[in-house]
């Protein structure tokens, strides 16, 4: 399978855990992104890399929230004290030039 | 900043009908514009895209054109299946480095047999 592949599909935590998701880029695509959704509405950019290096961050994501791409490979999203709010679908997405293709998604579900 | 509108759904159709999902934009610069198609369970897919003005992207039997004077990019079909039942997104592609995308709400089409 050589798509964006996302890790785990489904998380239920309780308030205030800390909980990480991993997301697999297409192996050439050279800049990698994670857009968060929530029920309703459309996906709202979170953050950027390109390589290894974070290029851009929205206000959306808070102290809490921190992502990290060590080699240029993979990335997680870590969300730390989660709160019934961060419930929603986070999508990765890698891309080269042009045209980003999706993973599937990790639906995060704060109890 | 950059703005992407589309009309709410749900829209709701009889096979076969036509198809329209306005989408409308603000952005600085030259962007470039996509819709996206959610089905059910899965992630986004690029149905189509266009990057100038008056370019018109189409796939699956899908149209839209990018109209620079009226702001917009209108997703069209001329006879919907009811496997076309999904979500689908208008976006826009900034000019500028790291080509982010800004999304509309999305909306929702559901094709009646």
């Known amino acids: 399978d050589t798509g964006v592949s996302q890790n785990p599909r489904h998380k239920i935590t309780k308030r205030g855990q800390n909980v990480t998701f991993r997301c697999d880029p297409i192996s050439e695509h050279n800049r990698l992104y994670w857009y968060r959704q929530t029920l309703g509405q459309g996906p709202e950019f979170l953050t950027y890399?390109?390589?290894?290096?974070?290029?851009?961050k929205s206000r959306l994501l808070s102290d809490r929230f921190s992502a990290e791409r060590p080699k240029g490979s993979f990335s997680t999203l870590e969300i730390q004290r989660t709160e019934q709010g961060d419930s929603a679908m986070y999508l990765c997405?890698?891309?080269?030039?042009?045209?980003?293709?999706f993973g599937s998604g990790t639906r995060l579900t704060v109890v | 900043g950059n703005s992407v509108t589309q009309m709410e759904g749900p829209v709701t159709l009889s096979e076969e009908a036509f198809l329209t999902i306005n989408c409308t934009y603000t952005a600085t610069g030259y962007p470039s514009l996509f819709w996206y198609v959610q089905y059910p369970g899965e992630g986004l897919q690029l149905l189509l895209k266009?990057?100038?003005?008056?370019d018109k992207g189409s796939n699956k039997g899908f149209e839209a054109t990018y109209r620079k004077e009226t702001t917009s990019f209108h997703l069209e079909k001329g006879s919907v299946q009811v496997s076309d039942s999904a979500v689908y997104f208008c976006?826009?592609?900034?000019?500028?480095?790291?080509?982010?995308?800004?999304f509309g709400g999305g909306t929702r089409l559901m094709v009646k047999p």
């Open positions: 890399f390109q390589n290894e290096a974070q290029l851009e």
């Open positions: 997405a890698s891309s080269l030039e042009r045209g980003s293709t």
């Open positions: 266009a990057t100038k003005a008056d």
């Open positions: 976006a826009l592609r900034r000019s500028n480095a790291g080509n982010m995308l800004t």
